[in-house]
């Protein structure tokens, strides 16, 4: 599990990396050039980064390779200037290095892959690096989408998709070993498998902010709770608390997250002692 993220302050995929890591409460770090330098003037004050001894970026990038255990860059296409520098840094340092073509993949499955590679390689401290807002305007909001869809997976363990199939009867019939069987069973289950301050992050969501999650727990819930693999007596749960005809596993994750939502913000919710 990702416990600290680091990116060098640039506008554009260092930013976004920083802001998600603010956002949801992630440890971050990183160094920067002399001066707090990027394309837009001083670094705000806001990120609290070092500073290195010298102006130049290629320093700043290698020493944030260094204190890694892996990087991952972004791009809308090939790697070039500094983002294909930093490629060679990591190689330079023995250090792992992932790669995400914007243009070859879609949100959902980069974050899929990001995840796969953060546990084969023992990542825990992640290097997140990619082109400035000047050379690819789109880089921001695309790196910021990916990496919070990837720490929701993240907050929620592995995501065993090859259990979908029919592994996991017991003699034969549809009743699985491993799956919860109503919404309360389902809610305890994400609940178990979420760390105490992923709890507190979630229940201190806005209804909409929670809403946003949906589409990226979907695959995870639909596996693991096995809505598409005969796990009836969890749809019948999840269409009880439903007032639409023919609803599918779609309807049922948001019943479930809407209740998971509503759990922890009774049970971790911040409250402000006056």
């Known amino acids: 599990m990702i416990k600290k993220i680091i990116s060098g302050g640039q506008t554009g995929a260092d930013q976004a990396a920083l802001d998600i890591a603010m956002k949801l409460d992630i440890l971050y770090g990183g160094w920067v050039p002399k001066g ?14 070092q500073e290195m001894d010298s102006s130049g970026y290629p320093e700043r990038t290698e020493q944030n390779v260094i204190d890694s255990d892996g990087t991952l ?32 993949i879609n949100a959902f499955h980069a974050a899929q892959k990001i995840k796969s590679w953060t ?6 401290i992640l290097n997140v690096a ?25 907050m929620m363990g592995a995501v065993p998709l090859e259990r979908e199939g029919n592994d996991g009867y017991q003699n034969g019939n549809q009743n699985f070993r491993n799956y ?14 979420m760390a ?21 727990l979907e695959k ?11 796990n009836d007596d969890l749809m019948r749960s999840c269409m009880a608390d439903l007032h639409i005809k023919n609803p599918d596993y779609r309807d049922a994750v948001e019943v479930i997250l809407k209740s998971f939502w509503k759990t922890l913000r009774n049970t971790h919710r911040l409250k402000i002692v006056k």
């Open 73 to 104: 860059i972004f791009s809308h296409g090939e790697l070039s200037g500094g983002s294909r520098l930093t490629r060679e840094l990591a190689g330079k340092h023995g250090r792992p290095c992932l790669h995400i073509n914007l243009n070859t």
């Open 36 to 49: 707090r330098l990027t394309e837009d003037g001083p670094l705000p004050e806001k990120y609290h980064l």
């Open 180 to 193: 919860p069987s109503t919404i309360e069973e389902a809610v305890n289950q994400l609940s178990r498998n």
């Open 130 to 154: 990619g082109p400035r807002a000047s050379n690819d305007p789109g880089i921001y909001e695309s790196v910021a989408n990916i990496l919070e869809a990837f720490f929701y997976l993240d």
């Open 196 to 216: 105490l301050k992923d709890k507190v992050t979630v229940a201190n969501m806005t209804e909409r902010e929670m809403e946003a999650l949906y589409p990226r």
């Open 220 to 230: 995870y819930i639909r596996v693991n709770f096995g809505l598409m693999s005969g």
């Open 119 to 124: 546990i084969e390689n023992h990542i825990e």
